[in-house]
């Protein structure tokens, strides 16, 4: 039987704004009256590590989303899409953002960023869908580069169990007022770009 | 109204809803939060809140507090309970005021540790109750319980939640908070407060009766929870509950029996009615077997024949477990298939390593860079718990053991008869927290060593606290900023020189100084932590590399994260903090300042 309406696994890199995601979805799920479960990266391994969040919509159980069933796999940045893809469920969806953040082991020289086919035909593999975008393209032309997490919030929002306008509620309570408008136009932005 | 609520929070709200006066404690993850929200939530409400220097300092604290008849609480990681062990053990003997819990989280799994020690044994080692959350909501029941629980048998409570708890979030229904109560007056009764031999002996026999008593309140604690079903059975502590119930829904096994058991001592009657139930059962906990440990005590008197499994194999007594762990360990159990880990072949061959390493401009890889050009690499550089452990890459951290160890192993290394140079390094909380009392050692015994303090001015690693060397508190108002270099003369070091990292030639010259000293060193490091500088709006300069970029990679080798290698050139991107330490590295001068 199942045990969740709805697992999501967000990954990026320490500082990406992976929690700000979680947190909005979490909220906007408490809203909607669904439990809600989610488990965030703090400490060590946000010093520009690899971060993953798990949250679960309509959930009781434990906060951890299990390998091979995430619904939604949403990578704030490519080569962490590849690094969490054993996470996807089958008959799940892939949003990957491809602009790459290089690890201190590729500028030092020390290992290879892999072209992005490279990273995108395996993920193909093993879930129904990859839908690759550039988030960070799209955050400027809503006017921050640093609403590129919310671009990819308004991707994700046609693929999770919850309503626009309860998700832009949640968002308009975790941004700074001023950064609202850019914030809402990097959603809508994001929303459109997968539509 | 729900909310989503991280856990640490979730245990705050639970600490104002009981009426808390004072809640003390030491920055470690995955615990930080709960101080952090209480100095948030406080508001006009009279509760004292602080950092402390240390666990142990944090404990006693707030052990004077519940004395004076205030509801208090003190905040550490796992590790730190070993720092407060001390107050911890004797504590159980002497009792309490008004109710005292212990936060302690645990980290399965070493996410952001030294090690993955449990908790609960501290609790059957010092006869405290122990209370073990499966998530954000119990833990905000168990922090109001705790209190109570603590009152009815006079006796310290333990509150254990782990990372997946603290840092989980969950829709929890907040209370009201209610402002502290009691007499606020210290009681003298030296039978219960002084630890004299004469006193401790009989309270050491009341104790143990406590013990007996407490286990026969816990019995019946809402945490524990008995579903007697078929004859196959799963015992699960904590968050391992969660992880036997979600198993038990997605294999549909509509007879496995369940005990989950949240309470330690362990309910013993509802564990004795499963085992006359059931033919086999499995334990299903994180870590060390403490509960499989009294179900095979238990199972010797009601039902010897039953089958028991648990860290026999079946469930992994390393790390932190999960439900798929849990799943397939009750598939073999009933001889079901197993789901096997998913694993991606082209993750494994083709993705960088994304290490957490140390910030764009950090003054630490300066530090560490001026220390080894000074000290060379045949030097002995034991290190310390911080940020700066993340530069073992740089050749300067030799040791990492436990807080504020970087000085006396240095010391120890040095008795032991190793010659060469030694050059040990800590930050300035950990310094404050663990290392005086090494460098005091040291001097008293002559140890000829140089100590390195990091002083970035913050406890950065664990979401920059301030501490006493920042001259600000807890809830954010300003006090004594102690001077290290003070501290540092009136512990006894010969030398005392401090150095600005990131002007790296007067830095070297810091070091081969306190090199050539004849005694007892100390080199303070000073420069604010980038991250901080950052938010405090600090203006930055901006640097390039030149068109005559030689391609020698010194600057790539030094591991700053602004600095790449393309095109056999090196170039500085968009990270750059504008420490300009790189340009004084570049043996050909080509990376220069530039107007933004």
Redesign the interface.
Known sequence: ?K?SECDIVIVG??GQGVILI??VI??A??KSG?????????????????VINHTRIGCR????V???RADVLLALEP??A??F??FLSPEGVALVNTTPV?????????????AME??L??LRN?CKAVVPMDATAIAKQAGTVQAMNVVMLGALSGHIPLSEDILLAALAEVVPPRYLEANQKAFALGKAEVE | M???L?GNVAIAKGFMEAGIGLAAGYPG??SSEIIETLADLRGDLPLHVEWSVNEKVALEVAAGASWTDVRAAATMKHVGLNVAADPFMTLAYLGIGAGLVVVCADDPFC??SQNEQDSRRYSEFASVPCLDPA?PKEAKDMAVYGFELSEKFNIPVMLRPTT?VS?????VEPGVARPCGGRRQFTKSPGQRVALPVHARPLHTELTKKRSAIEEELQSAPWNRLELKGESGIIAAG?SG??A??AI??L?LEDMSLLRIGTYPVPSRMISQLLEHVSRVMVVEELEPVVEEQVERLARKVNPAVEILGKDGSIPREGEL???TV?NAVARLLGRSE?P???????EK??????????PGCSHRATYYAMRKAFGKKAVYPSDIG?YT?AVGMGTVDTCLCMGSGITLASGIRFGGETEGICCSLGDSTFLHGGMTGLLNAAYNKARITVTILDNSTTA???HQPHPGTGVTATGESTVQVSLEALAKALGAGLVKTVDPYDLDKAIEGFQKAKEFPGLSVVIARQPCVIKARRSGAGRKSFAVGEDCAGC?VC??F?C?A???EGEKARI?ALCTGCGVCAKICPSAVIQEVRK
């Open positions: 039987m045990t890199v320490g979680s947190d979490g909220r799920a408490v669904k439990p809600v479960r989610g488990a965030e990266t703090h400490g060590m391994a946000q010093r520009g590590g690899s159980f434990s906060p951890m299990a390998v091979g080569a962490e590849l690094r893809a054993h290089l690890p201190v082991t590729v500028t030092t020289g020390k290992a290879r960023y892999p490279e990273i035909a395996p093993i | 729900r909310e989503y991280l993850t995955p996410h952001s998530d997946r840092h989980a979030r969950a829709d968050i969660l992880y119930e979600e829904q997605d549909d999960d439900f798929l799943r789901k880990a998913l694993r991606v072949a082209a993750a083709i993705l960088p390593p994304r290490p957490p390493a140390l910030c940020c993340m690693m664990t979401g990679r790539v080798d591991g994260p600095i790449e290698f991107n």
